[in-house]
């Protein structure tokens, strides 16, 4: 796997791998057992498992600066070759986010549905007690609602469809898909009236969606790492040990433990953090040893956008059937939670064999259909004409 002619990371593949794991652990333990003021006799195991259990949302941070370092690359690579267009750049972002998202909010339905009509109680009304969960889960499952979710007004226009909380996200990488080219074209001093209602159609959509603003900055930071990337190469050579990406990674651990206290408490403190830990990783151009781990975090990373969009809608089904409260954290609950959380890699990996892996065959179709046909570079539409 390659991107325009730079050489592929594989440690940006297990960041990505354990992020997406970060989100479904946060959420199946939020789920399956009781707050940590409500546990009773827990030992050093246990208040561990909660600590370095609830960084979902601090995960999806680092899920923004790694889309803005490999979307935004993306566009400044075409943009720098003159291949760039709005045609081929749209329909490879929504052929991508629509091949996952509509199957997701289709099996949403069904496992809401089926809690809804099995079990119901408070899992379903969002009157269990748990952060994640607090709505009425049958007044999101309405059409219009299915429908605002397949155009990311999530959060914006409407509620995310069902039980499916996570869907918040995509609704802001969807705008900042849009924002970063237009405002990108237009700070390059490109001219003409088409560039104008690009960059106003921008300035007018941040106006009306500020609640976006604060995500768009960090998902920035990827864009910024992706400039620095192709204006000041990774090292040619790699000696020794990387020193940088070490001492990062230590910056990057202590912004992560710092945001549990109240003071420190921030999406910027770790956006910046990641933003360091990933530049340095990208300079010293560190890649993973042995091979096999190599693998499995090119494997688990690729379907991680399945798991993002499926895991939640199954994981409260599964536990309003199973005990229909939560639980306290012992042996048994152990169990039950390893078992579940295999149960939604496995759910999430079948969802990725029949849509998301298919991401490719389904851009080349459109290709086939001129709709993702790239501007001709330059130097190429020149030499056609000689």
């Known amino acids: 796997m390659t991107h325009?002619?730079?050489?592929?990371?594989?440690?940006?593949?297990?960041?990505?791998?354990?992020?997406?794991?970060?989100?479904?652990?946060?959420?199946?333990?939020?789920?399956?057992?009781v707050d940590y003021a409500a546990t009773q006799g827990m030992g050093l195991a246990g208040k561990a498992f909660y600590f370095v259990s609830n960084y979902g949302h601090t995960a999806v941070i680092v899920f923004f600066v790694?889309?803005?370092?490999?979307?935004?690359?993306?566009v400044l690579r075409q943009s720098a070759s003159g291949t760039w267009t709005w045609r081929r750049y749209l329909t490879e972002r929504l052929s991508r986010l629509w091949i996952v998202l509509i199957p997701a909010l289709a099996l949403t339905l069904f496992w809401d549905r089926m809690g809804i009509a099995l079990v119901g109680g408070p899992f379903y009304l969002g009157s269990e007690g748990n952060f994640d969960q607090t709505i009425n889960v049958a007044s999101h499952l309405g059409y219009s609602t299915f429908v605002c979710n397949v155009a990311f007004l999530q959060t914006l226009a409407c509620g995310t469809f069902g039980s499916n909380g996570p869907l918040w996200s995509l609704a802001n990488e969807f705008w900042y898909y849009l924002w970063f080219p237009a405002c990108y074209v237009l700070f390059r001093n490109r001219r003409g009236l088409a560039v104008f209602m690009q960059g106003a159609l921008a300035l007018a959509t941040m106006?009306?969606?500020p609640s976006l603003l604060s995500g768009f900055g960090l998902w920035l930071l990827g864009g910024l790492l992706a400039w620095l990337e192709q204006t000041?190469?990774?090292?040619?050579?790699?000696?020794?040990?990387?020193?940088?990406?070490?001492?990062?990674?230590?910056?990057?651990?202590?912004?992560?433990?710092?945001?549990?206290?109240m003071v420190f408490n921030s999406d910027w403190i770790v956006g910046v953090a990641c933003f360091i830990f990933l530049r340095c990783v990208l300079w010293e151009d560190v890649r993973l040893k042995p091979l096999l781990l190599s693998r499995l975090a090119?494997?688990?990373?690729?379907?991680?956008?399945?798991?993002?969009?499926t895991h939640f809608p199954?994981?409260?089904?599964?536990?309003?059937?199973?005990?229909?409260?939560?639980?306290?954290?012992?042996?048994?609950?152990?169990?039950?939670?390893?078992?579940?959380?295999?149960?939604?890699?496995?759910?999430?990996?079948?969802?990725?064999?029949l849509f998301e892996n298919n991401t490719?065959?389904?851009?080349?179709?459109?290709?086939?259909?001129?709709?993702?046909?790239?501007?001709?570079?330059?130097?190429?539409a020149n030499s056609m004409r000689t």
């Open 232 to 261: 000041f190469p990774r090292r040619t050579v790699r000696t020794g040990l990387p020193l940088f990406t070490l001492g990062s990674g230590v910056l990057f651990l202590g912004a992560l433990a710092a945001t549990r206290s």
């Open 314 to 353: 199954l994981v409260l089904f599964v536990v309003a059937v199973t005990t229909g409260h939560r639980i306290q954290l012992d042996l048994h609950g152990v169990a039950m939670f390893a078992a579940l959380l295999a149960g939604c890699y496995a759910y999430a990996y079948a969802v990725y064999l």
């Open 360 to 380: 490719r065959r389904v851009q080349r179709t459109l290709a086939q259909l001129h709709l993702m046909r790239p501007k001709a570079a330059p130097d190429a």
């Open 4 to 33: 325009a002619g730079k050489q592929h990371c594989d440690t940006l593949d297990l960041i990505r791998a354990l992020a997406a794991a970060a989100v479904c652990v946060s959420h199946l333990r939020n789920l399956m057992f």
């Open 66 to 74: 790694l889309s803005g370092y490999f979307v935004g690359g993306s």
């Open 207 to 209: 106006v009306m969606f």
């Open 298 to 309: 090119i494997r688990f990373s690729g379907f991680s956008y399945s798991l993002y969009l």
